[in-house]
């Protein structure tokens, strides 16, 4: 490659996934790539292979307590065995779940795809979404951000509660696990408390990767606290930079190092429609991307099916010929595409013994 800075491509698998309650555009979208319930996987499965053979970092799966479908953690569980490297991310909501299960299933994802996932947090400040589930009114999204920021710190607790060699399967004395490595997390949240450990051992990548979307302001310092990528929109370079370096700005005040925070653009592309089609589309990342306005961009393709395919296939080529976009995967997990080190669990030199 010719470029000092790596470039980091994303894109989402769920039609119409842009807006929601959809906009007339991804209306037509959805009635133009419509599927049954009973196709989501082979759907899903396919369009993964594409990115997979791209060079993709990762792809995300959206999801929704008001949309209709399936579980988009459990589509990508059955993905991941039909792909090698790309990253597998669905939206997880921390509004209504229990944090235990959630940093459960998300570890189980990372084991599933051999240190391959991540887990985009969403909110869900919709009062007839409540109601499905009989809970409590809604706080103010402000409050459910602050929620879901507990819900990411307490699951980095739980997938540290395994050290990474608590497991010894010694047959000889019928031991599994070494109890001096679990450890409780005694975490008191605004909303729950956790004790711990987990049931799940320490995921391949240690944390599976977080994805915030920071669109709205209200998610901006949960995104600068605790996510490794962060999503943002913008309609100029200019825009997206200083999002970026508001993004960085709040995480070092965080403790946290910027370094290992990824700001990414996520757009709602219809290479259809978009002019100068996917060649102009690769000149726009290329420029972002060599200005230092963003780390990378998450595609949301208008009809994956046809968008997907033209990206992969033509735009992903046009940043090859420019030296921007790997050839090959250099690495093995999420973390090794992106670029973020593997931490260490923060309870490995301390007590606490489950």
Same mark, same amino acid.
């Given at each position: 490659?010719?470029?000092? *800075?790596?470039?980091?491509?994303?894109?989402?698998?769920?039609?119409?996934?842009?807006?929601?309650?959809? /906009?007339?555009?991804?209306?037509?979208?959805?009635?133009?790539? +419509?599927?049954?319930?009973?196709? /989501?996987?082979?759907? $899903?499965?396919?369009?993964?292979?594409?990115?997979?053979?791209?060079?993709? !970092?990762?792809?995300?799966? @959206?999801?929704?307590?008001?949309?209709?479908?399936? @579980?988009?953690?459990?589509?990508?569980?059955?993905?991941?065995? %039909?792909?090698?490297?790309?990253?597998?991310?669905?939206?997880?909501?921390?509004?209504?779940?229990?944090?235990?299960?959630?940093?459960?299933?998300?570890?189980?994802?990372?084991?599933?795809?051999?240190?391959? +996932?991540?887990?985009?947090?969403?909110?869900?400040?919709?009062?007839?979404?409540?109601?499905?589930?009989?809970?409590?009114?809604?706080?103010?999204?402000?409050?459910?951000?602050?929620?879901?920021?507990?819900? +990411? %710190?307490?699951?980095?607790?739980?997938?540290?509660?395994?050290?990474?060699?608590? %497991?010894?399967?010694?047959?000889?004395?019928?031991?599994?696990?070494?109890?001096?490595?679990?450890? &409780?997390?005694?975490?008191?949240?605004?909303?729950?408390?956790?004790?711990?450990? =987990?049931?799940?051992?320490?995921?391949?990548?240690?944390?599976?990767?977080?994805?915030? @979307?920071?669109?709205?302001?209200?998610?901006?310092? /949960?995104?600068? &606290?605790?996510?490794?990528?962060?999503?943002? *929109?913008?309609?100029?370079? %200019?825009?997206?930079?200083?999002?970026?370096?508001?993004?960085?700005?709040?995480?070092?005040?965080?403790?946290?190092?910027?370094?290992? #925070?990824?700001?990414? #653009? =996520?757009?709602?592309?219809?290479?259809?429609?978009?002019?100068?089609?996917?060649?102009?589309?690769?000149?726009?990342?290329?420029?972002?991307?060599?200005?230092?306005?963003?780390?990378?961009?998450?595609?949301?393709?208008?009809?994956?099916?046809? @968008?997907?395919?033209?990206?992969?296939?033509?735009?992903?080529?046009?940043?090859?010929?420019?030296?921007?976009?790997?050839?090959?995967?250099?690495?093995? /997990?999420?973390? !090794?595409?992106?670029?973020? $080190?593997?931490?260490?669990?923060?309870?490995?030199?301390?007590?606490?013994?489950?």
């Amino acid at each position: 490659m010719t470029s000092t *800075r790596t470039l980091h491509l994303a894109a989402e698998l769920a039609p119409g996934s842009g807006d929601f309650p959809p /906009t007339s555009a991804s209306s037509a979208a959805v009635r133009t790539a +419509a599927h049954s319930v009973a196709d /989501t996987a082979a759907r $899903t499965v396919a369009l993964a292979r594409l990115a997979d053979a791209a060079g993709l !970092d990762f792809l995300t799966h @959206d999801d929704s307590f008001a949309r209709p479908g399936l @579980d988009a953690l459990a589509v990508l569980a059955r993905v991941a065995p %039909e792909t090698r490297s790309v990253g597998l991310v669905p939206t997880v909501t921390t509004t209504h779940t229990e944090p235990f299960h959630v940093q459960a299933a998300v570890a189980t994802l990372d084991w599933v795809s051999r240190g391959r +996932a991540g887990w985009r947090i969403a909110v869900s400040p919709n009062g007839a979404e409540a109601r499905l589930f009989g809970r409590r009114p809604v706080p103010p999204t402000a409050e459910l951000w602050q929620e879901a920021g507990e819900v +990411a %710190e307490v699951s980095r607790k739980l997938w540290d509660s395994w050290e990474d060699d608590a %497991e010894i399967r010694d047959v000889a004395t019928g031991r599994f696990i070494d109890r001096r490595k679990l450890h &409780h997390v005694n975490f008191q949240g605004s909303t729950f408390s956790v004790k711990g450990p =987990s049931i799940v051992p320490r995921p391949p990548q240690g944390n599976p990767v977080t994805v915030v @979307d920071a669109t709205r302001p209200d998610a901006r310092d /949960t995104a600068a &606290h605790h996510a490794d990528v962060a999503l943002i *929109r913008a309609s100029s370079a %200019e825009e997206a930079a200083a999002l970026r370096a508001e993004l960085r700005q709040g995480a070092r005040a965080h403790g946290r190092d910027p370094g290992q #925070l990824r700001v990414l #653009l =996520s757009a709602t592309v219809d290479l259809d429609a978009y002019e100068g089609g996917p060649g102009a589309l690769a000149a726009l990342i290329a420029g972002w991307h060599g200005g230092g306005a963003v780390d990378g961009f998450h595609l949301v393709p208008a009809v994956p099916e046809r @968008d997907l395919e033209r990206f992969t296939a033509e735009t992903v080529t046009r940043l090859r010929d420019r030296g921007l976009f790997r050839e090959t995967y250099e690495g093995a /997990t999420l973390r !090794d595409h992106l670029g973020l $080190t593997r931490p260490v669990s923060q309870y490995a030199t301390t007590g606490a013994h489950a």
